[in-house]
């Protein structure tokens, strides 16, 4: 069973970057899909991205996040990464990645397709 420990949040401006890890263990990184997931105070999960786990490494991302996040995999490190640029206030919340056994990138949006979770990692955004 693959356990997962994210890495790199903290409080930054308006404006800035951030890079979060997702290190995994126990496991073979390059079988899953993997997703990152953020949920602010009073908010239900969202997606945020996800990348696929062979034939390219597709990936997916949400609309409000795209063009200014990006996710990558690096299997022999067992890690994955959320380089997050041009962070807005509204993209403060909890962070969490998480490993799929799916194949198809259209599933990859949907939480319950995710059985192993990260802890999360805190992102504030604040000037």
């Known amino acids: 069973q693959v356990q997962l420990v994210e890495s790199g949040g903290g409080l930054v401006q308006p404006g800035d970057s951030l890079r979060l890890s997702c290190v995994a263990s126990g496991g073979t990184l390059s079988l899953y899909t993997m997703g990152w997931f953020r949920q602010a105070p009073g908010k239900e999960r969202e997606f945020v991205a996800a990348?696929?786990?062979?034939?390219?490494?597709?990936?997916v991302y949400a609309d409000s996040v795209k063009g200014r996040f990006t996710i990558s995999r690096d299997n022999a490190k067992n890690t994955v990464f959320l380089q997050m640029n041009s962070l807005k206030p509204e993209d403060a919340a909890v962070y969490s990645c998480?490993?799929?056994?799916?194949?198809?990138?259209?599933?990859?949006?949907?939480?319950?397709?995710?059985?192993?979770w990260g802890q999360g990692t805190q992102v504030t955004v604040s000037s």
């Open positions: 990348v696929g786990r062979s034939g390219g490494y597709s990936t």
């Open positions: 998480a490993a799929s056994w799916v194949v198809l990138m259209s599933s990859s949006r949907n939480p319950n397709e995710y059985p192993y």
